[in-house]
Structures are given as C-alpha cells and as structure tokens.
C-alpha cells in the first residue's frame, strides 16, 4: 500500500523563532475508478482502504446491492503490486502480479451481473478531498424507524474513542477519522482526507466483514454536511454524532429522516441538533 504519510522540510514559527524542520504531512492521492472498464469517478483521498473506499461508494451510489454483485475488485497499489479481491479464487489480499505502469492508481470493479449506466448529471459536494455523488440530495426518503437511545456520557465517551484511534491524525494532522458504534465500542474506524471517504470506507468494511450498519451510531471528527447525512441515512444509521457543526441543509434533512444530529461534542458538552429524544441527557 502508498504511504500514506510523508515527511516534507518547512519552516515552523512558535510565535518568537524560526526553524527549519522535517514533519510527517497526510498524503492525498488520486484514485481512479473503473466499474466494467468504464472510468466512473476519481477520488482524492488517502491511500489506505482504497478496496473498502470502493465498495462503500458503489454501495452508497447504488452501483451494488450487495457484496455478492462484485465478481473481482483490484487495486494497482504500484509496479507488480496489486491488492485482489477474488472471492471464487479465494483470493482477498496484496499480490505480487506484473502491472504495467498506466495501470497504477487505479481500481478495476468486474460485476457478476450488467453495469448500470453512469449518470451523467453528477454533483460536486462540499466535501474536502473532492467529493462527488451521481445522487439526489432532495431528500425524498422514508424517515428512520428506530428504538435506540443514547446517553450523554456515551456520546462523550464514543467521541473520546474516536479521537483515542486517530492514529494518523497524532502523526500528521489533516485527517479526518470516522467509526461506527453499538453505542459502546468502536466497531469500524477509518481515516482519510476526505471525511465523505471515511464513511464509503466504513461501509466498505463493514460488507466485507459482515457487519450490520442498521440501527448503529456513525461518529466523524469532520463537519456534517449534506453528503454525510445522506451516506449515512443510507447505512440506516439513526444517530449521527460530530465534533464540529452540521450544516443547514443536513439538519434539515435529519428532521426529515427522523435522524438524531448531534454536533460539537466537547468533553461533556455538545448541541443536539435533531432528534432530541433519542438522548438521555441525565
């Protein structure tokens, strides 16, 4: 896999002296996608995860309904190094296959059934990292039916979690780092530049290892825009958990989903935008 870090010299000023140092800087990489041998969209994101990136977004897209629907995924991680998902071969891993350099950067996704047609009406989020979705963000969804609660105390220990397993944000900074909860533990994370990434990657992850998103809690360090409240509404997560601010429209949104929106989650405090009775708050 690219590193997916690397050290650059700069000059760092602490408010009273100059000096010149080497420090680990987040990498950010473009990612060609092909479904079929047609190209279908190119993401910018941090070059880990890039097989769970890809089936989270073509999950999220409606490109799969299921992991069933991919027949072989590969990764040109670099010269002769390929990560392969190939379940009828038994194969889910990195391989050492001769490549030819053009193929570097980009994943290629065979289906066992017909390709969709890529719409050609595509929208640019207001994700960092490039984000990009083929879906309408109107809102015309059936609102959440869901029992869960949460606490207080757990939103600020699940946001604690987060930030305990942001490994590559304490090396570099300029991540963003999402989870997926029970409402006790951590049973997904990803980190990424692009905080939209972090949720395809989630959902990638979570079809290859067959971990139900419904009725779970999704936790981002990132700000809560439209693109993420819809990737998570279609995850069938009720509660949504932040440690910035939502924007206008995914509050709106929430409201119509029945969606818990919780933001700036500091130590004990936070603002519960939505949903308010999903939380206890004593």
């Known amino acids: 896999?690219?590193?997916?870090?690397?050290?650059?010299?700069?000059?760092?000023?602490?408010?009273?002296?100059?000096?010149?140092?080497?420090?680990?800087?987040?990498?950010?990489?473009?990612?060609?996608?092909?479904?079929?041998?047609?190209?279908?969209?190119?993401?910018?994101?941090?070059?880990?995860?890039?097989?769970?990136?890809?089936?989270?977004?073509?999950l999220s897209e409606g490109v799969i309904g299921e992991l069933e629907d991919v027949w072989q995924l590969k990764v040109y991680l670099g010269e002769n190094r390929v990560y392969m998902y190939f379940p009828d071969a038994g194969l889910n891993?990195?391989?050492?296959?001769?490549?030819?350099?053009?193929?570097?950067?980009?994943?290629?996704?065979?289906?066992?059934?017909?390709?969709?047609?890529?719409?050609?009406?595509?929208?640019?989020?207001?994700?960092?990292?490039g984000g990009v979705t083929f879906d309408d963000l109107a809102g015309d969804r059936p609102p959440l039916q869901s029992d869960r609660k949460i606490t207080a105390a757990q939103v600020s220990s699940l946001m604690r979690q987060l930030n305990e397993s942001a490994t590559l944000y304490r090396t570099s900074r300029g991540v963003h780092t999402s989870a997926l909860s029970d409402g006790e533990r951590l049973l997904v994370q990803a980190e990424d530049v692009g905080r939209h990434n972090t949720l395809d990657k989630i959902r990638g992850a979570c079809m290859l290892d067959g971990i139900a998103t419904h009725d779970r809690i999704l936790i981002?360090?990132?700000?809560?825009?439209?693109?993420?409240?819809?990737?998570?509404?279609?995850?069938?997560?009720p509660i949504v958990i932040s440690r910035t601010s939502p924007t206008a429209m995914s509050i709106r949104l929430a409201r119509e989903w029945n969606m818990t929106l919780i933001g700036y989650v500091r130590g004990r405090q936070m603002r519960v935008y939505t949903g308010a009775e999903r939380v206890i708050f004593g």
């Open 1 to 58: 896999m690219p590193d997916p870090i690397l050290d650059f010299d700069y000059i760092e000023f602490d408010g009273e002296r100059a000096a010149a140092v080497t420090r680990p800087v987040i990498a950010e990489t473009p990612w060609a996608l092909y479904v079929e041998k047609r190209e279908w969209v190119t993401f910018m994101c941090s070059p880990i995860g890039l097989h769970q990136l890809a089936l989270g977004f073509l």
């Open 93 to 129: 891993g990195e391989l050492a296959l001769p490549t030819c350099a053009e193929a570097g950067g980009s994943i290629d996704v065979r289906l066992r059934r017909p390709a969709p047609e890529r719409p050609e009406r595509r929208i640019l989020t207001s994700g960092c990292g």
């Open 220 to 237: 981002s360090s990132g700000r809560i825009s439209s693109e993420m409240i819809v990737k998570a509404r279609k995850m069938q997560a």
